[in-house]
Structure formats: structure tokens, C-alpha cells
């Protein structure tokens, strides 16, 4: 089992779970996160239950969620990041992916709430950063609803829902109307070790 062994940058609780730092280039904390980042329900664009990642199932909270990606936003403001959306219901050019959250945006019940309080929302990022995430896009979510089978070697891109995926087709910036080219998506990462039997992660190499 390839999660067995090796080392790692962080101790793994230094996050609220979804997302494992093995190894860190950076964690990034500037620039303020937008309101609706602890109000967007999950997923916040793709709602049908057909397209509904399986990762997802237990999962009721509101806002963004740690492991999944943020993204630049000047709907809001110069500096501002979040979750997806569209605007005037189409897919957003200005939409940019920069990381992935390292927590949910509202934190944990019976611990302390920096994001709320400070309203900033840090991501990590960097080409070299090694993560393990237990949150990804286990269905296809444009033209269908087919399952999604992972390899290690897969190129991996932010979904129209923000989370990661192999399937081109269902990245945010494929869907901007005009944009429908491999060479207007940014690459997140490679998979590294693939969800298994024995891997409940999913295991990256970071590229952005």
C-alpha cells in the first residue's frame, strides 16, 4: 500500500481532515475570501443527485470545503478568492483556479472559527506540493452522469463544482463559452496514488 510508507512535510492533523499536506511549497493566505464562501451549498453548481460525487454523501455543511479548489474571483472584488460560480448564469473566463482549500471555510463545531472571523480563507498551492485528498468528482457532470475511474498518471482539473477531476469535459474553464479547448484549462496536478480498495485518498502532485 503506497500510503504505508514515506514521509511527510505536516503531522496530518493539522487540518480538519479532508485534505492531507504530505508535502507543502506554500500555504497561502493573502487576499480575502468572498461571503458566499461559507454560505454555497456542496455541490454549488451540478446539483442533480445523478452527478452528485460519492465523496460527498455525508456531507451537509455550507460554504467551501477543505480539498477543494479556490478559485480567483472579481465578480467581488480585486484580491477576493472562493468557491465556483456562474454569472448571469454562464461559466466565468475571470474565474481562475489558484489551490485547494486546506479547511472548510466555517470550521468545526467545538473549535475556534478563524475563518469567519478573520474572512480569509488560506489554499495551498505550488508546483511541488505533494496532498492526499478525500474529496473529488466521482461522476461526470456535463453530458452525462457516467462514473469516473482514476489512474495514477491522470491529469487533474477543477469541476464546474470545484472539486478535482480527470475528465477534461467537466472543467470549470472548458465550460466558459468560447473557451471549449484543452489549452484554456489550467492542469491542477498528477495523480500520484488513485483511490482504491486500499487507498481511501487520493494522492497529487499540486501544479499549480
Known amino acids: 500500500m503506497p500510503l504505508a510508507q514515506g514521509q511527510g512535510s505536516g503531522d496530518f492533523r493539522e487540518t480538519s481532515g479532508r485534505i492531507q499536506l504530505f508535502h507543502v511549497v506554500t500555504r497561502n493566505a493573502m487576499g480575502l475570501v468572498t461571503p458566499d464562501a461559507f454560505t454555497q451549498d456542496t455541490p454549488p453548481i451540478v446539483t ?49 483556479p489558484l489551490g485547494l482549500f486546506i479547511n472548510d471555510a466555517i470550521g468545526n463545531a467545538f473549535e475556534n472559527t478563524p475563518g469567519p472571523a ?49 475528465r477534461i469535459q467537466d472543467a470549470y474553464q472548458y465550460n466558459v463559452s468560447g473557451q471549449n479547448d484543452p489549452d484554456f484549462v489550467t492542469i491542477m496536478g498528477v495523480v500520484k496514488v488513485a483511490p482504491d480498495a486500499y487507498n481511501t485518498l487520493m494522492v497529487l502532485d499540486l501544479r499549480v
Do not use: M
Not at 51 to 64: D, E, P, R, Y
Not at 141 to 157: K, M, P, R, T, W
Open 118 to 166: 478573520s474572512g480569509r480563507a488560506p489554499y495551498v498551492c505550488g508546483s511541488g506540493s505533494c496532498v492526499g485528498v478525500s474529496l473529488w468528482e466521482t461522476q461526470q457532470q456535463i453530458s452525462g452522469s457516467s462514473a469516473l475511474v482514476y489512474a495514477a498518471g491522470d491529469l487533474l482539473y477543477a469541476s464546474v463544482n470545484g472539486l478535482l477531476t480527470n
Open 48 to 96: 442533480a443527485s445523478a452527478n452528485k460525487s460519492t465523496t460527498l454523501a455525508s456531507i451537509t455543511k455550507k460554504g467551501v470545503l477543505g480539498a477543494t479548489v479556490a478559485f480567483t474571483r472579481p465578480d467581488i472584488g480585486n484580491g477576493y478568492h472562493g468557491g465556483p460560480v456562474q454569472i448571469s448564469s454562464a461559466y466565468a473566463a475571470a474565474l481562475k
